[in-house]
């Protein structure tokens, strides 16, 4: 979640880490906000240069009361966070539909499941079924390491642990199967470089 | 002919008389809703018969303020709506990136291209570059007319207005060059179906 005040200062939500830990010198949304923050300035570059179109979409809201102090500036007076019904990015890069979100994690050793929902399983199913390209961007905080998650990947994670299996995707499971990317400087995140590793043209 | 939607709305197929009247009993936001109703129906239609994933994106909205009266409900006390930075909607028809932003107008002899933006037509064209159908869906209010218009005919009359032209789309221009479609019962809006006139497979 990308919010910032007038003037650049960040927002922080008072969400929870997924394991809370005594000393830990970050928040859940400080480690999420990094990770936005890279991938915005990432899509800003592949848009600059035409080599795709991604953004994120808004922080879905639902809107009570609006003021109108005056006729050019409506000001929200009351509206509520939404649980956002898909995943935070699409977007097409070379004739392919893209579709995927970004979690961060401060457990060094797997991705706990927890962070994803049911209903964002159900989209990249989707579309993946419609011929897009569906995926999870995980970043563990401790160690810099990121990792593309193919949806395949992430569905029978997450059907393993429907049937009783492990809340989580081990790090061992993920250099196995996933597509691990490091960070760089042009794009700070070349995720899309690391997509054509799932086979992509 | 008296057939109603499911929620009780009447569906009215009846010709308006073109001449605008006097006493409007909509104003401008009314309108725009309910061509995203419409919208909002065919894309849920859509997604449940897995025949396309097409979302509209939450309206931007830049936070400023937010009070946690308990855990659970943080409430928004200060936000304004921000300009949105590309289209409204964009989604997945068989493997097709889909893009588009929704119009009403209140004027029935032509589409008046103050409803676009500059920054619009920029996206249209990045999605246009990269494979991907991008158009408008401009609704006539008067005269329950509905128009796909494909991006190469905004963008053409975009240039023609900043070349000194004339600052809308004509209808008749519209019934030569666009899609034309109609209202219909499931989806409520098939505009999917009239994007196979644009010669998509």
Same mark, same amino acid.
């Given at each position: ?35 936005e ?5 990432s899509n800003?570059y592949y ?36 649980t956002p ?6 977007g097409?890069? %070379? ?24 209903h ?8 993946t079924d419609q ?5 999870l ?15 395949d990947?992430?569905? %029978?994670?997450?059907?393993r642990?429907?049937?009783?299996g492990?809340?989580?995707?081990p ?7 996933a ?7 042009r794009?700070r ?13």
């Amino acid at each position: 979640m990308a919010i910032r005040y007038p003037g650049g200062r960040k927002y922080t939500q008072a969400a929870k880490p997924a394991v809370k830990s005594a000393k830990k010198d970050y928040s859940f949304s400080n480690r999420g906000k990094t990770l936005e923050d890279e991938l915005d300035e990432s899509n800003a570059y592949y848009l600059a240069n035409g080599i795709a179109v991604i953004h994120k979409k808004p922080v879905p809201v639902q809107i009570v009361k609006v003021d109108y102090p005056s006729r050019s500036a409506a000001v929200i007076r009351e509206a509520y966070f939404k649980t956002p019904s898909t995943t935070d990015y699409n977007g097409i890069y %070379r004739g392919h539909h893209i579709d995927f979100d970004a979690k961060e994690t401060g457990v060094s050793s797997s991705f706990p499941l927890k962070n994803i929902h049911g209903h964002q399983i159900e989209h990249m199913r989707s579309v993946t079924d419609q011929g897009g390209i569906a995926f999870l961007i995980v970043k563990f905080t401790e160690t810099e390491r990121y990792f593309i998650v193919p949806f395949d990947l992430v569905d %029978r994670a997450w059907k393993r642990m429907k049937d009783g299996g492990r809340k989580s995707i081990p790090v061992a499971e993920l250099e196995e199967e996933a597509v691990e990317f490091h960070a760089g400087f042009r794009p700070r995140l070349d995720y899309l470089g690391a997509i054509a590793k799932l086979g992509i043209s």
